[in-house]
């Protein structure tokens, strides 16, 4: 008969191996981004989601093993796409990056699972895509919310989200 100790190691040991790889993924996802191994935006986009799905799924690995139903990430507020640009804006200066709020995005609402690691990792692809100095923007672009780099020559998107509700 097993003690419970050897049960909690077991179920400790499973644990660990299941975030283990979602954590795996984030780490090589982010790894490519700050090493600037990614050329378009396209190619950022699909690695940043691979770091948000790998989180969220590390989150409810944890929320499984607790024994409780998945928490909320951040209160709704964080989810609107005004909230969000001004936590992006207000993250980016520290790293020598300016950033600009083009619109204001009244009533749009993000279109995310987990607010707080998709903010987590704009900031580190916009980090890891503009050098010390470089500027962006956050705006629309129709039913998107959309960053956009301006150190060098035309604005490149750097990330699209999409709107769950448009502007009102």
Do not use: W
Not at 15 to 41: C, E, F, K, N, W
Not at 128 to 150: E, F, I, K, N, Q
Request: proline share 7%; glycine share 8%.
């Amino acid at each position: 008969m097993s003690t419970p100790s050897t049960d909690d190691d077991r179920v400790l040991n499973r644990l660990l191996h299941d975030v283990r790889t979602p954590l795996g993924v984030a780490h090589g996802y982010l790894r490519m981004i700050s090493d600037q191994r990614l050329a378009t935006p396209e190619l950022r986009a699909k690695a940043l989601e691979g770091v948000t799905n790998a989180l969220s799924k590390m989150t409810r690995l944890c929320d499984e093993a607790a024994g409780r139903a998945p928490m909320d990430d951040a209160p709704a507020s964080a989810r609107s796409a005004d909230a969000f640009a001004a936590r992006l804006a207000e993250r980016l200066p520290p790293l020598g990056i300016g950033c600009t709020i083009a619109d204001t995005l009244p009533g749009a609402a993000l279109r995310v699972d987990d607010a707080g690691a998709v903010l987590e990792g704009a900031v580190l692809l916009i980090r890891g895509t503009l050098p010390a100095g470089g500027r962006c923007t956050v705006g629309l672009d129709g039913p998107t919310l959309v960053v956009r780099r301006h150190d060098a020559g035309d604005p490149t998107t750097l990330l699209t989200l999409a709107l769950e509700t448009a502007p009102s």
